[in-house]
């Protein structure tokens, strides 16, 4: 009965790299979610996908982020060209996608992103 | 503009006791809003959802009210334990379709023994 699975937990890149998060939501979810979290900002909402299609993006950097969920495999979020800015947490969450308030989000235990 | 408040200040309480902790809102009309506790390390879990139509709701020893005139969401944690020690987030659904929540920044609870 497994959650929603992030991985790698941990991140190290220099600046420059790339990196790639990745998340495989629960089991019967067609919907997740992305957010960076921030020790003085708290959650903010990046990306929201179901399986092939971006739905909105409204939260992500124009530049560097991308995000997607194939038909097959986990949901990636892709940081190309790393800067220090850039090292945080980053929760996925996933939910079942059934419309409406009640619509719960489960969330994974993150991969904590830092970029020396 | 759009702004979720939570008690900023840590807040530490005896075991046994209730905690009562703040959610404030301004510039929202939320559909539905919802309470989350995150451990050190890990990702939020949901507690519990309350809608704008309704002023109070429980799950055991978890109280969550809702006043939309006040723009304010109180919880309470009754007979408080050690193990109730976590940060505890508010979210706030706007559209009333939990795609896009907002969130606030948390507010630490500690439960001494």
Sequence with gaps: NAGVMQNPRHLVRRRGQEARLRCSPMKGHSHVYWYRQLPEEGLKFMVYLQKENIIDESGMPKERFSAEFPKEGPSILRIQQVVRGDSAAYFCASSQGTGGGLDIQYFGAGTRLSVL | ?113
């Design chain 2, 1 to 113: 503009s759009q702004k979720i408040e939570q008690n900023s200040e840590a807040l530490n309480i005896q075991e046994g006791k209730t905690a009562t902790l703040t959610c404030n809102y301004t510039n929202y009309s939320p559909a539905y809003l919802q309470w989350y506790r995150q451990d050190p390390g890990r990702g939020p879990v949901f507690l519990l959802l309350i809608r704008e139509n309704e002023k109070e709701k429980r799950k055991e020893r978890l109280k969550v009210t809702f006043d939309t005139t006040l723009k304010q969401s109180l919880f309470h944690i009754t007979a408080s334990q050690p193990a109730d020690s976590a940060t505890y987030l508010c979210a706030l659904d706007k559209t009333g379709n939990n795609r896009k929540l907002i969130w606030g920044l948390g507010t630490s609870l500690a439960v001494n023994p």
